[in-house]
């Protein structure tokens, strides 16, 4: 009964959503204030019934209910409780139910929450948001339902990928999705604000914590999703571009520059059409990525059952939807009327650069993650573009943001003098010059572009600090400490990954017991292997004894694991955290004679990537907060004028 | 500069960074994006040495050969025409044996060796890389 009732909840969620574009279209038609009245409480009957579908999907997958192909293909009784929860959204259809789910829950937000938006262009939202939802519950039920019976039932599941059963599971793909399908919200709204002619400063307060929200989760999602392949996978690397990760990056490119046009937006009444162009291209690369993954084009540990009508399903949406959704766009955007001037060298201005490098980032990645899919379906030639092209393009491009992200912040509004800006980032400057000074005179020879980091990073972390600078900090908004602490974040995370890339040292030995290695500050000493089992894998474990000059002396105890259901080996990487970076092993094959082969990386400062992208979360958290209580003053404000 | 003038201008800026972010990236796809070779591919068309590129093809029964440097190993990729000596430093990844798919990348030296610079992991017993999917090896992998 609970797949039953999953699936009754799903068709009842489809029609309520179909209702929903009924009744926006109907109320944006007539002022038929009972239809307009009706619409919010539909998105939100709506929200609560995807979410009942999704409850009832975990619990067939806490019960293992093999009567469920998608339980009996996909889980297995012996697995830890976590994974089975987990394992709900680590599959195709599952993934795409929770895909559906929060796309639903998104509108749910905005009719609950939003009272900023005219009403018209609230409905136009809402109805948006809808004509979205019909085309994934229509991917949902007719070719991906979850919920499918299998008679007769399985004796035992066939178990999850085991790169999969890791706590990550739980947290990076919920994550990522809010914000990939939470973008969703900006492009309706663009898409509402089209349709009602109502491009302006308050629409754009009214877009911007919705923004904020998702981009805060997508930020995590990314941050999460790296370090999780960082120490799975045992390669020692924390991101490959590999296209399923650009899949994720594109939106975040987006939807970044879309958070700063909106600023510009709703302070200055400037770059109207070009949020509204960014707020559809966001989420188009989420659709653009979600066809990416989930359609079978690429192979790798995102892409699950390969189908090729769900491919075609997916595509025929993506078309539509971009599609329809730029053809409003140009039929509106004569009527957007223009924004206010300003000068190149002002706040706008900066933001306009940072847009529009974001925009030639995006675009490279774009063009790099589709090309060999372009060049194979045209030419049959396969190839495949990875880092080489990524790093030499996409690279110099991040560097002159950052550059560019140092100063933004130190200019006024409207007009500013070339002087004063000299002034503001002198010392900033001075901190890089420094930085030079010591790499070139204290540290080994590096590459070009860690070096520049470095320096960069150096720099743009006073840079960041600036905007405090001689302000009084208890009455500074909290949105400022928002844009200071994830611009310090972008430093921070900058840091990290130019002395992991600068200064890491890897070792590659055949290993007995008894032989000692320097890796870094550490030596690392093999003293045997031992077999060890868990609850559904057996495993080769070795012992390792590591010392750091005179330290205590510890141990760390990498696996080659084999797992029983599918059968499948990983290897457990064993890493060591210290405050200024990691030791990572991973133990390889034996060669039968008692000989191992051992892999060692020092990683200095790694972890700084993934702190700094806390770190920008964190302050885009503490922006939305602000932005959201600041609107709220002026609410009230108005209601009493 | 009248709004329209600016508006106009911040259009032609747009669009500039778009071709340039373009040709940027043309430009960075000649050198670097790496084609898909077979065995048979390379015994009609060998690619320049040190060119980089990815291998496919199946690793060939009793093949596998450690080195006595306890870390090394010689393998033989084939496909039903041909097959490549190829040469590896590092951990093989999770499921690399005899007689099962194989995806390297690397470049060919000058004896003819193909040295991987890396194996591509594959993620489970089902799994097969796209580009194999095309390859005849000549028989069933793992048969």
Known sequence: MIAETGLAALWLAAALCGLQLVFGVMALRSDDSGVATAIRPVAVVQGILTALAFAMLIWLFLRTDLSVEL???????????????????????????????????????????????????????????????????????????????LSPAAAEGRGLNPLLQDPGLAFHPPTLYFGYV??????????????????????????????????IFLTLGIAAGSYWAYYELGWGGWWFWDPVENASLMPWLAATALLHSVTVLATRDALRAWTIMLAVVAFSMSMLGTFLVRSGVLTSVHAFAVDPRRGTFILALLIIYIGGALALYALRVGTVREGSRFEFMSREGALVVNNVLLSAILGIVLIGTLYPLGVEAVTGEQLSVGPPYFNATAGPLALLLVAAMAVGPLLRWRRDEWRNVMGRISLPVLISSLALFALVMFASPIGILPMLGLILAA???????????????????????????????IAVSMAGMAFESAFSEEVLVA?????????????????????????????????????????????LAP?????????????????????????????????????????????????????GGILVAFGGLLSLIGRVRRERKTMEREAWA | MKAKHQRLTLAIIAIVAVIGAGFLALYGL?????????????????????????????????????????????????????????????????????????????????????????ILAKHDENYMPPELADVDMGREPGQ
């Open chain 1, 182 to 215: 939470g973008i969703s919200i900006a492009f309706s709204f663009a898409v509402g604000a089209l349709i009602t002619r109502d491009v302006g400063p308050v629409f754009a307060r009214a877009m911007r914590p919705w923004i904020l929200a998702s981009w």
């Open chain 1, 511 to 555: 290993v007995r017991p008894g032989d000692t290695h320097q890796v870094g500050p550490y030596s690392v000493t093999f003293d045997n292997t031992r077999p060890v089992a868990g609850p559904n894998w057996t495993a080769v474990e070795a012992g390792l004894t590591v010392q750091r000059g005179d330290g205590q002396p510890f141990t």
């Open chain 2, 30 to 118: 000649r050198d670097n994006a790496a084609l898909f070779r077979t065995p048979s591919d390379i015994a009609a068309d060998p690619l320049p040495v040190g060119q980089a590129f990815r291998l496919g093809g199946m690793v060939a029964d009793g093949s596998i050969e450690e080195q006595a440097d306890g870390i090394t190993i010689r393998f033989v990729v084939q496909d039903a025409e041909a097959e490549v000596s190829v040469l590896y430093s590092g951990i093989t990844p999770d499921l690399f044996a005899e007689n099962s798919g194989v995806v390297a990348e690397g470049a060919l030296d000058a004896e003819g060796v193909f040295v991987a610079e890396s």
């Open chain 1, 459 to 489: 720099g743009v972390a006073a840079a960041s600090l600036a905007p405090l600078w001689k302000r009084n900090l208890r009455r500074t908004p909290l949105f400022t400490y928002g844009m200071v602490i994830a611009h310090l974040g």
């Open chain 1, 71 to 149: 339980v009996a293909a996909n889980s297995h009784s012996a697995k830890p409780w976590l994974y089975k929860f987990a394992g709900t959204w680590g599959n195709h259809e599952g993934s795409m139910l929770l895909w559906v789910a929060i796309l639903a829950a998104s509108g749910a937000l905005v009719a609950v929450f939003e009272r900023r938006l005219k009403e018209k262009t609230l409905i136009a939202t809402l109805a948006a948001q809808a004509a979205i939802g019909l085309g994934f519950y229509a991917f949902l039920l007719f070719a991906s339902n979850p919920f499918a019976r």
């Open chain 1, 559 to 611: 696996q080659a694991r084999m797992f029983s259901s599918p059968q499948t080996e990983t290897s457990e990487a064993a890493i060591r955290t210290a405050w200024n970076g990691q030791l990572y092993t991973v133990l390889g094959n034996g060669d039968g004679s008692g000989r191992w082969q051992l892999r060692l990386w020092w990683k200095p400062f790694v972890t700084l990537i993934w702190l």
